[in-house]
């Protein structure tokens, strides 16, 4: 290696070198930065949230801390604060989330009947075109028109009341869907908002919830009638087959709607079963019905016989 070479590969170390010091200076201020946003936002937290309630007048009103040491005061109003906002998120807003059920001489109907919106009723599509839509599924309003005679219908799901309102308002405008429930009725569990039915004032024998997603309905798996999610196609007729299926539950006044439920749990397309066990049924009733034609024949031709006294 020539002189020239050995002075270039040491004017580029130490170019490097710089460079890495000032990299480094760099990080240096970033994390100096950020730790003083850091230290500052905490400062204020404490303060915004640790400082004691005033009355009208400016004056303090005294809390379960207020004899405490000043610093241990703003921490534990903090830690009450911060507790009460995370309560806020993870559960419902409210303990009862349906008012009481009707009384005479008002009719309550028997069963309740839990809906999810999105991918059950309407289908949520975007193009550069048009934006965000919502498309109406295959048979709602048969869906809707029919079951409102035999249940009371709600609406919950996990999706915001501004989102949630006006796409129902269109959907439903004869007032088949009785209450609505959206994402603050939720609790957030492990990333999840679940559909805790504990809160919805109702008897969970009679309560039977339509979903697709596992994790929002976890909490009561055997008040849940699994249906796969609707992905827009307009051939489908799943809403169709619910009817008959919710219809049969009502019309043979199931006192436990999750013993069945439990049963249809097992299959994995609970819809599918529930066609073939009409199809097995159907086939079983026109064999006891061609075995009692049968057996009439003779019956009939003997009481010819002795009607003609023979």
């Known amino acids: 290696m020539n002189k020239t070479e050995e002075q270039e590969r040491k004017k580029r170390e130490e170019e490097e070198t710089k460079e890495n010091e000032r990299a480094w200076k760099r990080m240096k201020l970033g994390f100096a930065v950020f730790g003083g946003g850091g230290i500052v936002g905490g400062l204020w937290a404490l303060y915004e949230f640790g ?26 109003r903090m830690w009450k604060s911060l507790h009460y906002y995370q309560k ?22 028997k069963y309740t009947l839990v809906l999810e919106m999105k991918d059950v009723l309407v289908h949520p599509d975007w193009t550069y075109q048009t934006g965000w839509r919502f498309k109406k599924r295959p048979g709602v309003d ?29 959907l439903d405008p004869h007032g088949y869907i009785m209450y609505r429930l959206v994402r603050d009725a939720t609790h957030f569990v492990d990333g999840h908002h679940v559909k805790n039915l504990n809160n919805l004032n109702r008897d969970l024998r009679k ?19 699994g249906i796969a999610r609707w992905n827009g196609n307009d051939d489908d007729t799943q809403l169709l087959d619910l009817v008959a299926f919710l219809k049969i539950i009502a019309q043979n006044d199931v006192e436990d709607v999750r ?19 009409q199809r097995k049924l159907a086939e079983q009733m026109q064999e006891e019905e061609r075995i009692e034609r049968a057996k009439a024949k003779p019956m009939v031709k003997q009481w010819t016989r002795n009607l003609l006294g023979r």
């Open 51 to 76: 400082k004691p309630d005033v009355d009208p007048n400016g004056l303090t009103i005294e809390d379960e801390f207020t004899h405490k040491p000043m610093i241990q005061q703003y921490f534990q």
């Open 88 to 109: 806020m998120i993870q559960e419902p807003s409210r303990d009862k989330l349906l008012p009481d059920p009707l009384q005479h001489p008002y009719v309550q109907p």
């Open 142 to 170: 048969h869906f809707l028109s029919e079951l409102a005679k035999e249940f009371e219908i709600v609406v919950f799901t996990a999706e915001q009341g501004m989102t949630v309102f006006p796409i129902l308002d269109a």
């Open 207 to 225: 309560v039977i919830v339509v979903d697709w997603d596992d994790n929002a309905t976890k909490m009561h798996p055997d008040n849940t009638f």
């Open 259 to 277: 013993e069945t439920l439990h049963y249809y749990r097992q299959f994995e397309d609970p819809i599918n079963q529930f066609r073939e066990n």
